[in-house]
């Protein structure tokens, strides 16, 4: 019998959505630009950003896809079928979906052979040679075959659980991935914060410094909001269509989005105090935690490869539900679109996006030579996934929300048919019709000016 294409439950949509925006967006990427601009000044800025805007697109694609119970591309075409061309709309975002994946993959595979090294000593062996530990990296990421058998690795994995489907694969895996997940960031918080002179890092993190919280900061944490919550690229629109009708949208919506903040801050609070705590610079950018962690490790002595596992277990753990979310979106869409199994669209996807990431993988080492206006294929896909991409499919889902779809399925869908009350409603309304396109239209603009 073919698996129901639905979660179990609420709590079962809430951990695969949670699992999604979980990711290396969380705890790779958000300490390091928060440090850069400003920390606490930064924080407020995505929050109000995380909360007016995110939370408003998060709800909007779920009641895309619950109401439709459509792929992206179909969910459109159902709720304007005399206007084909929002459709498009719906193509965009699986087109970055398509992009963030392949990119993902690097970084997640980075990751994996980060595990191996921890348990293997490699990193241990080291020691705090600041230009030993950056050299290894910078070795093995540009070294060719070593960071794509990892990426093979973990792209497999995820083919894995996503041929496991979506109650079995996705929901199950989800639940004891997101605990696991918590617990870690946890212990690494606890022995960040007892390290002596641990509150230096904590007044870095949150203390504002709102002279460094310049246009091109509100513009990152803006960028940031949208990757971290997965909105903007029609994976919400394919995970609305799974959950249960008798779900809240608004509660849903409100818990993925407080969780997946959260643990963007514990994953500061987590790196910072102990980078402190060791005297290391903390504006390691984008190699704070593949230089400038494992440094902070071989400090701790023996139990430094043990924080040094933990810590990588957790940031592919993060990797491994973003990735099957992304996978799951193409997936469930070739298959809506050419009656393909399952099983075959999952296998395609994870070959093609397989086959970018090495592509973008060999562009950082022997095919660095290889340009497209004057980038390395690797920050091509960066700029097109952090500046491009992702705010134009959020702009025009939002637009077509705002303004095109009917207001009585909005609300219908919202209220589970009249049966709860929906007192935030005007508030979401104005924002998802007026403030929520026009940041967005700033976004672009400056990103595509500057
Ligand atoms: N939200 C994920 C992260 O923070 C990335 C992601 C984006 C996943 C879009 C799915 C869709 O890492």
């Known amino acids: ?56 697109l998060m709800m909007s694609e779920l009641v895309i896809g619950r109401r439709t119970q459509h792929t992206p591309i179909k969910a459109f075409h159902h709720l304007a ?66 960071p794509i058998v990892f990426l093979v690795v ?21 639940k004891v991935l997101m605990p696991v997940l918590v617990v870690l960031v946890l212990v690494l918080c606890v022995r960040s914060l007892t390290l002596p002179g641990a509150i230096e890092g904590v007044k870095y993190l949150f203390k504002p410094d709102f002279s460094l919280l ?18 903007g690229m029609g994976v919400m629109i394919v995970y609305g269509s799974y959950i249960p009708t008798d779900d809240r949208l608004f509660k ?31 504006a390691g950018g984008p190699g704070l935690v593949y230089c400038v962690l494992p440094n902070v490790f071989n400090t701790m002595g023996g139990a430094g490869v043990v924080f040094s596992s933990i810590f990588f277990v957790l940031l592919m753990v993060a990797a491994l539900t973003s990735a099957i979310s992304l996978l799951e979106a193409l997936t469930a869409t070739i ?26 993988s060999l562009s950082i080492g022997p095919l660095s030579h290889v340009k497209i206006a004057g980038n390395t294929l690797f920050d091509f896909v960066d700029k097109l996934n952090s500046i491009y991409l ?19 399925d909005i609300k ?6 009249g049966t709860v009350s929906i007192g935030y409603y005007q508030l979401f309304r104005f924002l998802a019709r007026y403030v929520a396109p026009i940041a967005l239209v700033v976004v672009l603009v400056s990103g595509i000016l500057g």
């Open 1 to 56: 019998m073919a698996e129901q294409k639905s979660f179990s439950s609420s709590l079962g949509a809430i951990m695969a959505a949670v699992g999604s925006a979980v990711g290396l967006g969380n705890i790779w990427r958000f300490p390091y630009i928060c440090g850069k601009y400003g920390g606490g000044a930064f924080i407020l800025v995505y929050l109000c950003f995380v909360f007016l805007l995110g939370s408003v």
């Open 412 to 417: 219908d869908e919202l209220s589970n048919h």
């Open 214 to 231: 310049t246009g091109e900061g509100i513009l990152a944490a803006l960028g940031q909001a949208l990757f971290s919550l997965s909105v």
């Open 81 to 146: 079928p005399k206007h084909k061309a929002w459709g498009l709309v719906g193509l965009m975002g699986l087109v970055t979906s398509f992009f963030i994946l392949s990119q993902y993959l690097v970084l997640s595979g980075w990751t994996t052979n980060y595990i191996w090294d921890s348990l293997t000593g490699t990193l241990a062996s080291l020691g705090t040679d600041a230009g030993r530990i950056s050299d290894h990296f910078s070795t093995f990421s540009t070294s060719g075959l070593r």
């Open 154 to 174: 973990f792209s497999l994995l995820g083919l894995v659980i996503i041929l496991g489907g979506v109650q079995k694969g996705i929901e199950n895996v989800s």
């Open 252 to 282: 849903t919506a409100m818990w993925i989005t407080a969780s997946d903040t959260l643990i963007a801050i514990l994953a500061g609070v987590a790196i910072f105090p102990a980078v402190f705590s060791c005297g290391f610079d903390p």
């Open 390 to 408: 992702p705010p134009l499919s959020a702009l025009g889902t939002i637009i077509f929300f705002g303004w095109f779809m009917k207001e009585d």
């Open 335 to 360: 298959q809506a679109h050419t009656g393909m199994k399952r099983t075959w669209g999952a296998v395609v996807f994870f070959a093609l996006t397989t086959l970018f990431g090495v592509l973008f």
